[in-house]
T-cell receptor, first 114, second 109 residues
Framework: EAQVTQNPRYLITVTGKKLTVTCSQN?????MSWYRQDPGLGLRQIYY???????DKGDVPEGYKVSRKEKRNFPLILESPSPNQTSLYFC?????????????FGPGTRLTVT | RKEVEQDPGPFNVPEGATVAFNCTYS??????FFWYRQDCRKEPKLLMS???SGNEDGRFTAQLNRASQYISLLIRDSKLSDSATYLC??????????FGSGTRLSIRP
């Protein structure tokens, strides 16, 4: 089954404790991205990757890191989480990164930072 | 001004009604337009792409008005299962994908 998976689905952590949210897709998509969704603000892009070893900042990259060592995986790293990073996070992939292709989303990760 | 603006709703309509909502955008260079549907606490999923000539998929009709810079979604004969948030999405230059905040739709029996 073609899908995007994320883990964990739910996470409660404390300020400053490093964490990683994994994202994997099995569709051989070149483009992957991370979004956060907050009430009233919609989906905002954090980072994106056009292909392996090619990543770039989205609209709200501060406090996040990513890497793309393999085509299928695109982990999101919070080196020192803070309460303002409490949010619902989605990973997404598409065939190419031209903005014209359907985005496939993972099921989301609900993160709470206390 | 936001790049994409949507009426947040909620739109509360009876089953069987026709409902329409718009999405306005500010970047005239936007090239691709989509409607996504998001159920509560779930991931967004593509509902339909929006083409210049307008397109229809069953009870759903999407239209693009480039001159006035808006896209619209019309839902006919609404069903209870249509209750969701509808996201307007724009694609422009490489990698730039903009999501609207969404319009909440609630269909009542």
């Amino acid at each position: 089954e073609a899908q995007v998976t994320q883990n964990p689905r739910y996470l409660i952590t404390v300020t400053g404790k490093k964490l990683t949210v994994t994202c994997s897709q099995n569709m051989n998509h070149e483009y992957m991205s991370w979004y956060r969704q907050d009430p009233g603000l919609g989906l905002r892009q954090i980072y994106y990757s056009m292909n392996v070893e090619v990543t770039d900042k989205g609209d709200v990259p501060e406090g996040y890191k990513v890497s793309r060592k393999e085509k299928r995986n695109f982990p999101l790293i919070l080196e020192s989480p803070s309460p303002n990073q409490t949010s619902l996070y989605f990973c997404a992939s598409s065939l190419y990164g031209t903005g014209t292709y359907e985005q496939y989303f993972g099921p989301g990760t609900r993160l709470t930072v206390t | 001004r936001k790049e994409v603006e949507q009426d947040p709703g909620p739109f509360n309509v009876p089953e069987g009604a026709t409902v329409a909502f718009n999405c306005t955008y500010s970047n005239s260079a936007s090239q691709s337009f989509f409607w996504y549907r998001q159920d509560c606490r779930k991931e967004p999923k593509l509902l339909m792409s929006v083409y210049s000539s307008g397109n229809e998929d069953g009870r759903f009709t999407a239209q693009l008005n480039r001159a006035s810079q808006y896209i619209s979604l019309l839902i006919r004969d609404s069903k209870l299962s249509d209750s969701a948030t509808y996201l307007c999405v724009l694609g422009g230059s490489a990698s730039k994908i903009i999501f609207g905040s969404g319009t909440r739709l609630s269909i009542r029996p």
